[in-house]
């Protein structure tokens, strides 16, 4: 037996091993520690890393390991304006491992530090600046666009084809103008100007024309006061009016991810924010967050986001303003939003339900005797969803039948509301409608106050605590 056991020598590594791994858990119990054989040294700093966790929430920052170290200090800040960093987090944190982590917010610029310590026990002395590494969770840029007309930008240079989604950035409080249409075809496109420094763009003529895909515009002010187009073909965001044959759905419909309009400023706005041109494109997703919109108009008789033969699955305005410094005198038979045709499982059976989010947003002479919402049967199925909270609306639409308007005057969607501000011409809204038991409302004043150029200022008491309407005016 004894010579059996000889003759197969490659287990006797493996038991070596194991009695020495047992010998650390057993026995006296002495913790096995491990040191570096670095003394005596000027240490250098690590590499860094930096990702986005797989749910976009948290920033990870991780480096390499500096032998002899005393541990690491440890920064991170947001930097989307560069001269005034914003730490996160606990600033020159000690840590003695190689990994921490953030709170990250979207479309940001970061910035990590990281500097390895003196090791006193092994004599060693750590660096005397910090290792930093960039990093953006922002969409990486295409190209840039020059300050100019980008009207002439884009006939120059069209959007290629592309199955990958292209940003195209403008500079840093850049000035441009559009004189015409810009029509991206069928090409996912991001127009982005700077997070802090927005670039200014003068309307004289022309919509974003979105063909079949995706489309995105952020950190962008427009400016309507010279706009000479025709209501007929102006929409700040404009379907092509070319529908397609060929990539349709079941039912006809050409269905698109998503639409954003992201921290935003328009002023002077005449016609829509939105018009689908009468054909059946789906929209999974549209969102408005972040934005400033004022019209300036007492003619315009159409919904500000028209969906005319068009669909839309979620529909989420949040923590926006909406304004009218040119009210009409009486109602247009305008409306806030209107979906003219159908619901969302018309789509198809790949759409069984849609929702509408509208939370924490300001309304302030907002198609005063308008409609807040029309259609004809979207938002209005038992599976479809509804929530409208915490929002203010002052001289807005019809006095009293505002939410009642979201909900298609009736319960049969799923229902979330409260905290809602309606008050009109000096008084708390006296219409029945919205004064179920369900939709939970303040009665005091927000004491709203139009200042100047889409700035508002809120000193109600209800609304400052409950932190009601745009985000901006509570502060």
Not at 152 to 171: G, H, M
Not at 329 to 352: K, M
């Amino acid at each position: 037996m004894r010579k059996k056991l000889l003759k197969n020598k490659s287990i006797l590594p493996i038991l070596a091993v194991l009695f020495l791994l047992s010998s650390c858990v057993e026995g006296d119990k002495e913790t096995f520690t491990w040191e570096s054989s670095v003394s005596g040294a000027q240490l250098g700093n690590p590499e860094i890393n930096i990702i986005s966790s797989p749910d976009g929430s948290e920033l990870i920052v991780s480096w390499s390991v500096v032998p002899g170290a005393g541990g690491y200090e440890v920064s991170v800040y947001n930097v989307d304006d560069p001269d005034n960093p914003v730490a996160i987090g606990e600033e020159n944190q000690f840590v003695d491992g190689f990994e921490v982590r953030r709170p990250a917010t979207e479309d940001t610029k970061f910035m990590a530090k990281v500097r390895t310590l003196d090791n006193t026990k092994m004599n060693n002395t750590g660096a005397a600046s910090p290792a930093t590494k960039d990093y953006t969770n922002l969409l990486p840029v295409y190209a840039t666009i020059p300050p100019g007309n980008i009207t002439d930008y884009f006939a120059a240079n069209p959007v290629p084809e592309s199955t990958e989604e292209l940003c195209y950035e403008l500079e840093p409080g850049g000035n441009y103008t559009m004189t015409g249409n810009v029509t991206f075809g069928k090409t996912a496109v991001t127009i982005r100007g700077d997070k802090v420094d927005h670039g200014m763009l003068e309307m004289t003529n022309g919509s974003f024309v979105v063909g079949g895909a995706k489309f995105k515009l952020q950190f962008v002010d427009a400016n309507y006061a010279n706009y000479t187009g025709e209501q007929a073909t102006s929409s700040f965001i404009l379907m092509d009016a070319n529908f397609p044959a060929e990539g349709l759905n079941a039912n006809g419909y050409l269905v698109i991810p998503s639409i954003t309009l992201q921290s935003c400023k328009l002023a002077g706005l005449k016609y829509n924010i939105f018009w689908d041109n009468n054909k059946k494109y789906a929209i999974t997703s549209f969102i408005i967050k972040d934005c400033i919109i004022g019209h300036s108009t007492s003619a315009f008789n159409q919904a500000l986001i028209r969906f005319q033969a068009g669909m839309v699955r979620d529909l989420t305005i949040t923590n926006s303003t909406f304004y009218n410094d040119n009210p009409p005198a009486s109602d247009l038979n305008q409306r806030f939003i209107q979906i003219s045709s159908g619901n969302a499982t018309s789509v198809g059976p790949e759409w069984l339900s849609g929702t509408m989010t509208i939370t924490n947003n300001t309304f302030w002479q907002a198609g005063k005797f308008c409609q807040s919402f029309n259609s004809n049967g979207a938002f209005g199925q038992a599976a479809d969803r509804v929530i409208v909270q915490k929002n203010v609306f002052v001289d807005c639409f019809e006095n009293g039948r505002i939410i009642s308007r979201f909900r298609r005057g009736n319960t049969a969607a799923i229902f979330a509301g409260g905290e809602n501000s309606q008050w009109f011409n000096g008084a708390l809204f006296t219409g029945s409608q919205d004064k179920t038991a369900d939709i939970g409302y303040f009665e005091t004043d927000p004491q709203l106050t139009y200042l100047s150029d889409g700035n508002f200022q809120m000193n109600g008491s209800a609304q400052l605590a409950a932190g009601t309407g745009d985000p901006r005016w509570l502060k």
